[in-house]
C-alpha cells in the first residue's frame, strides 16, 4: 500500500552532513508517523528520530541528539533526515519506516519500510 524510497546517502568525512529523504509512493503520508532506524554491520537495528504525522511532536535516540534533525514535507510525501557532525559510528545502513499513528512511534513496530540507503563516515 505503500512504498518508501530512501535516497542521500554516501560517503562524508567525520565533521560533514547528509541530508537524508524518504519519498512515499502509491499514497500520501498524510495521518502516518514516520521514522528513521539504522543497521550497523553486526548490529541489530536501532531507532534514530520519529516524526508525528503533522510534524509537531519528534524525538531522537540520544547518541543522535544535537546532531540529526527530523523533518517532514506531507505536500511532497517526503520525510527528511538532516545528519551534521557525522562520526565514524554513524555508519550504517539507513531505513525510512511509515505507521498509522496519532502520535509518534519510537518502537520498530512499523508497518511499512524503505529498502534503505547507505551512509559511510570516514575518519
Known amino acids: 500500500q505503500v512504498q518508501l524510497v530512501e535516497s542521500g546517502g554516501g560517503l562524508v568525512q567525520a565533521g560533514g552532513s547528509l541530508r537524508l529523504s524518504c519519498t512515499a509512493s502509491g499514497r500520501t503520508l498524510g495521518w502516518y508517523a514516520m521514522g528513521w532506524f539504522r543497521q550497523a554491520p553486526g548490529k541489530e537495528r536501532e531507532f534514530v528520530a520519529a516524526?508525528?504525522?503533522?510534524?509537531?511532536?519528534?524525538d531522537y535516540a540520544d547518541s543522535v541528539k544535537g546532531r540529526f534533525t527530523i523533518s517532514r514535507d506531507n505536500a511532497k510525501n517526503t520525510v527528511y533526515l538532516q545528519m551534521n557532525s557525522l562520526k565514524p559510528e554513524d555508519t550504517a545502513v539507513y531505513y525510512c519506516a511509515a505507521r498509522r499513528a496519532p502520535r509518534v512511534v519510537t518502537t520498530n513496530d512499523y508497518n511499512y519500510w524503505g529498502q534503505g540507503t547507505q551512509v559511510t563516515v570516514s575518519s
Open positions: 516524526i508525528s504525522w503533522g510534524g509537531d511532536s519528534t
